[in-house]
């Protein structure tokens, strides 16, 4: 199996799935000779030609509306957002139109169609480069929200999510584009979309988390156990909407302690639901506070200080560990 | 060095029937008697079913809807123009264009009185359904037209409407720019009526022209007398020509005026004068046409009082079958989430069935 980086993966899944099937698509700002400012869409211009990777003027709300119109006339476009912090200005066409047209037309006319964003801090970026935003996403009915946490898991998501029967918004991790390499299975691999995973099993507390957050919580997961001799159990969420919150709930159950840990601000955000769900299917059986570890309600600042608000790996440890004395 | 001109543009103005029914010979579309009168009827029951619905709307029989009364050259006309292989990609003002492209009447009742199930498309037609987010279906109609073109199918292409106020919007301006870098085979048709709610078109823009806002994505862009069908139609059909020809797409301002409320929640006479209105009631697409047809000899009292009933046995049969419609599955919404089943969703349609009885009970 050969070993990927995450920006590897993505170009992997685009490059075999348009190999695959003429009706995929990709366009979006400096994807084609540029290969995409992280050349996450490397090879592909060269390969596919310019009628198949679009160089698109760059309007984030056009990329997303004439996407619309070409999967409502049977292409599978795959868009990219340049930036999660340029995406905003398409939000009228997903939330208006993109996550309407099935329910809309009653399953007449369905919107197959994928939204690829890098999102997130770490990076030392420039305003607007940071940010991680999926509750905004996750808020909508009708779209679906992915945000894989590593190499291969994100080859097999971008493969469901272009295989998918409705828009999905598949959140990148920019901070894991290089950080770290997987085998990637050259023969077709996909996983199911709204499904989350259990990334490392244990019994004695639950540890929730997606996209950049997981390379992050995984070590220290495994710091805490060794030093403790306890076992931890952590899920990999992977789909943000429509969320798996059974998976959640029965892990919860056999655990009875929960930490989240979570790279966007506390309020109204995914913890605040997944702390919801567990509310709602599995309350009786908590032994503590489910704990949040969130970055702050605050603007997200220049990198100067932006890993300061990330949650670091020792507020993650301390949230692990008090939750398993309390 | 002096100051040299490098570009310079120009708008032209298209009418060939005007408001006493006098025709311009020489562009005079080719058309059968039987086209013509079956544009004549396109626009009468355009026009019909917007009254009757206005009168529906007052009795409370259905909710808000936006009349096209006064409009109808600017949309059916066009409608009449495209074939099967056209794309429809309107706004929420073109009831009798959608009527001539294959939708039934009882989907403009449906939908305006609350269900989806009038934006259901008839059987294969390439008709999208209504938007109301102001020119964001530009957007679409471009997308469309690029995946026409990636298929091959030069005799596709895609009309779009929108109005004097969607000029305004940004997505209007990316989708000209995004269909003039790509060619694509769109006919972007304005329905300057004039009126955006209560915005006059002297205050939407300062351009003296609507149609030259597709200058500036080296689109050609005509201003037409959008109560004048058969300019409208040469319009729209030299457009479409152009479009299959793979020669990219056109800008048609139509102008023309909104006679009735912008929807049936708005007073107008709050912001507009009588007069105003009467000054256009002269000038109505439809007695103009009529008149038309009625100079060509393929049209009298008796053929209209005909179609008057016909039409009229058409719209009371579909508002009969409109009123008998009483079963609309309340869980539908739960069907049309997601096309693959979640738990999630699941598992909230159940409890939602399950207020619902407990709702019954306690009535």
């Not at chain 1, 469901?160 to 409705?166: E, F, G, L, N």
Request: a negative charge; glycine letters at 8%; proline letters at 5%.
């Amino acid at each position: 199996m050969p070993k990927m980086t995450m920006v590897q993966a993505v170009s992997f899944a685009l490059e075999q799935e348009m190999a695959k099937d003429d009706s995929v698509i990709v366009l979006g700002e400096d994807v084609g000779m540029d290969e995409g400012v992280f050349r996450a869409t490397a090879g592909l211009y060269k390969r596919f030609g310019d009628r198949r990777v679009i160089d698109t003027p760059l309007a984030e709300s056009a990329i997303l509306g004439t996407a619309i119109g070409m999967a409502l006339a049977g292409l599978k476009p795959v868009a990219e957002m340049q930036f999660s912090g340029f995406s905003y200005l398409m939000i009228a066409q997903l939330e208006g139109h993109a996550s309407r047209f099935r329910a809309r037309s009653q399953g007449q006319w369905t919107c197959p169609l994928v939204i690829r964003m890098p999102y997130g801090g770490g990076v030392r970026a420039l305003e607007h480069h940071s940010e991680s935003r999926e509750a905004l996403y996750g808020h909508i009915p009708g779209v679906k929200v992915v945000m894989p946490s590593g190499p291969r898991n994100a080859r097999a998501l971008l493969v469901a999510a272009i295989r998918d029967p409705d828009p999905v918004v598949f959140m990148e991790p920019k901070r894991s584009y290089r950080a770290f390499r997987e085998e990637v299975p050259e023969e077709e691999e996909v996983m199911e979309i709204g499904k989350a995973q259990i990334a490392h099993e244990g019994a004695d507390l639950t540890v929730i988390a997606w996209g950049a957050m997981v390379p992050i919580v995984l070590p220290i997961v495994q710091e805490v156990e060794t030093k403790r001799g306890v076992k931890i159990e952590m899920i990999d969420l992977l789909t943000i909407s429509p969320m798996d919150a059974n998976l959640i709930a029965a892990s919860v159950k056999k655990t009875g302690r929960c930490v989240i840990v979570q790279e966007a601000p506390k309020t109204i955000s995914v913890a605040s639901e997944i702390i919801a769900q567990i509310n709602d299917k599995a309350l009786l059986y908590l032994q503590a506070p489910v704990r949040r570890v969130t970055n702050f309600d605050v603007v997200t600042p220049y990198f100067g200080r932006e890993m300061m608000y990330i949650p670091s790996p020792g507020r993650i440890r301390r949230a692990i560990e008090e939750t398993l004395d309390f | 060095m002096p100051l040299k001109e490098i570009e310079r543009f120009s708008v032209s103005y298209l009418q060939i029937l005007d408001e006493k029914g006098n025709v311009d010979k020489e562009l005079e579309p080719k058309l059968s008697s039987d086209d013509l009168i079956r544009l004549y009827r396109g626009m009468f029951l355009g026009r019909e079913v917007d009254q009757r619905m206005l009168k529906l709307q007052r009795q409370g029989r259905i909710g808000t809807f936006g009349p096209c009364t006064g409009q109808e050259a600017a949309h059916c006309a066009p409608a009449f123009a495209m074939t099967e292989k056209d794309w429809f990609v309107g706004a929420f003002r073109e009831v009798g264009a959608r009527l001539m492209r294959g939708e039934s009447i009882l989907q403009p009742l449906l939908f305006h009185n609350g269900y989806e199930e009038g934006n259901r498309r008839p059987d294969g037609k390439r008709i999208l359904p209504i938007s109301i987010i102001v020119s964001s279906q530009t957007l679409h109609a471009v997308g469309i037209a690029y995946a026409t073109q990636y298929r091959g199918e030069k005799d596709s292409a895609v009309v779009t409407f929108f109005g004097d106020g969607g000029t305004s919007q940004g997505d209007m301006h990316e989708a000209l720019n995004f269909a003039g870098v790509w060619k694509a085979p769109v006919v972007f048709i304005c329905q300057n009526n004039q009126w955006a709610i209560s915005l006059p078109r002297s205050k939407q823009t300062s351009s003296r022209t609507l149609a030259q806002k597709a200058i500036a994505y080296d689109i050609p862009g005509l201003q037409v007398d959008g109560n004048d069908a058969l300019a409208m139609y040469k319009a729209t059909k030299d457009a479409l020509d152009r479009a299959h020809a793979g020669e990219g797409p056109t800008f048609i301002e139509a102008v023309t005026y909104r006679m009735m409320m912008h929807t049936t929640a708005d007073d107008p006479t709050k912001y507009r004068s009588e007069e105003e209105v009467e000054g256009w009631r002269t000038r109505d697409p439809i007695s103009r046409f009529r008149i038309y047809l009625e100079k060509k000899g393929i049209w009298d009292d008796a053929r209209q009082k005909q179609l008057e009933e016909e039409i009229k046995s058409e719209i009371d049969a579909a508002v009969k079958e409109f009123e008998a419609m009483t079963d609309f599955k309340p869980d539908a919404p739960f069907d049309f989430v997601f096309g693959t089943r979640h738990d999630e969703i699941e598992e909230q349609r159940q409890a939602f069935l399950e207020e619902l009885r407990k709702e019954a009970q306690n009535a």
